[in-house]
């Protein structure tokens, strides 16, 4: 069963405007989450994360907000640039002794110029 | 320096063949794990090395699954009698040392297609 759940399969945003990313979990063990973003042919590259113990992280354009209440989590790219155009995974941990990470099933992001 | 690298990148076999899936890690990462990636889907967890020992491999969806690290650098995945089921990109990922969460990040080798006629 998906205990990472990214309900969106796509995203289109215009250059310079806000592209949100949403994803839900089910597993209330997770206490660690993050965002990896994926280009074709290539492996996933690591973006950006947060601890249970917060509701926001911010690095640069990136920003990741936590719900836990929710169970839900979201990121924030502003400005969206054409090079983040890309598939976006939400995954998430289990424990500091858990190192698998469970993974949502992507979002496609598109940015038009 | 050279990332997580995968051979093949891509693989056809016919169903019922053996096949064997490689991983050269980031040099100097103690831990490795595998990932497989159906279409459509997020990584799929399978397995994870310390070292050269198994730390889990509750992801492993079945016996004909298996993956070595004799030396504690390279990996194999091994499939027997290969299924069309097995279709899908194989990922493996290293780190410094056990990581995935506040102990830092996976880093990703690009994948090995997998394809099972």
């Known amino acids: 069963d998906q205990q990472v759940k990214q309900n969106s399969p796509s995203l289109s945003v215009q250059e310079g405007r806000i592209s949100i990313l949403n994803c839900d979990y089910t597993n209330s063990m997770f206490d660690y989450f993050l965002w990896y973003k994926k280009y074709p042919a290539e492996g996933p590259t690591f973006l950006i994360s947060?601890?249970?113990?917060?509701d926001k992280n911010e690095d640069g354009r990136f920003t990741v907000f936590l719900n836990k209440s929710a169970k839900h989590l979201s990121l924030h790219i502003v400005p969206s640039q054409p090079g983040d155009s890309a598939v976006y995974f939400c995954a998430a941990s289990a424990g500091s002794n858990d190192y698998k990470l469970s993974f949502g099933a992507g979002t496609t992001v598109t940015v038009r110029a | 320096g050279a990332g997580v690298s995968q051979t093949p990148s891509n693989k056809v076999t016919e169903k019922g063949k053996y096949v064997e899936l490689r991983c050269d890690p980031i040099s100097g990462h103690t831990a490795l794990y595998w990932y497989r990636q159906s279409l459509g889907q997020g990584p799929e967890f399978l397995i994870y090395?310390?070292?050269?020992?198994?730390?889990?491999d509750s992801g492993l969806p079945n016996d004909r699954f298996f993956a070595v690290r004799p030396e504690g650098s390279v990996s194999t995945l091994k499939i027997q009698r290969t299924e069309r089921g097995d279709s899908a990109v194989y990922l493996c990922?290293?780190?410094?040392?056990?990581?995935?969460?506040?102990?830092?990040?996976?880093?990703f080798g690009p994948g090995t297609r997998l394809t099972v006629l």
């Open positions: 090395f310390q070292g050269t020992g198994a730390a889990d």
């Open positions: 990922a290293s780190s410094p040392d056990l990581a995935g969460g506040p102990q830092g990040e996976q880093f």
């Open positions: 947060i601890s249970s113990i917060k």
